[in-house]
């Protein structure tokens, strides 16, 4: 079955660390974009950042940037998202999501670019909880 997994997810106090990993079954990441989103209680989902699927192009939400850092490991068909300063309103559940982007490099767009909508796959989520 073609599905994503999230891990890494917790319990973490203020200006703690995470680690989440977005790992790929029946199917290689390699030609594609994968994205961070995640949802809090009471509010829509959002983009927390994105990865071309080379790992060239990176780019993050104003609310995460200098906190947050996306990598890809192809070789592992996995994606990680690195948050550091964790901040209470980081609590949310965490989804990683993969699209199917131009196997050219040159010819993709940028990651941010795509919307939610047009993601081929997501993750189950993981929960992400910011406290003391």
């Known amino acids: 079955q073609l599905q994503l997994v999230e891990s890494g997810g917790g319990l973490v106090q203020p200006g703690g660390s995470l680690r989440l990993s977005c790992a790929a079954s029946?199917?290689?990441?390699?030609?594609?974009?994968v994205g961070w989103f995640r949802q809090a209680p009471g509010k829509e989902r959002e983009g927390v950042s994105c990865?071309?699927?080379?790992?060239?192009?990176?780019n993050y939400a104003d609310s995460v940037k200098g906190r947050f850092t996306i990598s890809r490991d192809n070789a592992k068909n996995t994606v990680y998202l690195q948050m550091n300063s964790l901040k209470p309103e980081d609590t949310a559940v965490y989804y990683c999501?993969?699209?199917?982007?131009?196997?050219?490099?040159?010819?993709?767009?940028?990651?941010?670019?795509?919307?939610?909508?047009?993601?081929?796959?997501w993750g189950q989520g993981t929960q992400v909880t910011v406290s003391s």
């Open positions: 029946e199917f290689t990441l390699d030609y594609h974009a």
């Open positions: 990865i071309s699927s080379s790992g060239s192009g990176t």
């Open positions: 999501a993969a699209i199917l982007t131009h196997f050219i490099t040159s010819l993709q767009p940028p990651c941010a670019s795509y919307p939610q909508a047009e993601y081929n796959y």
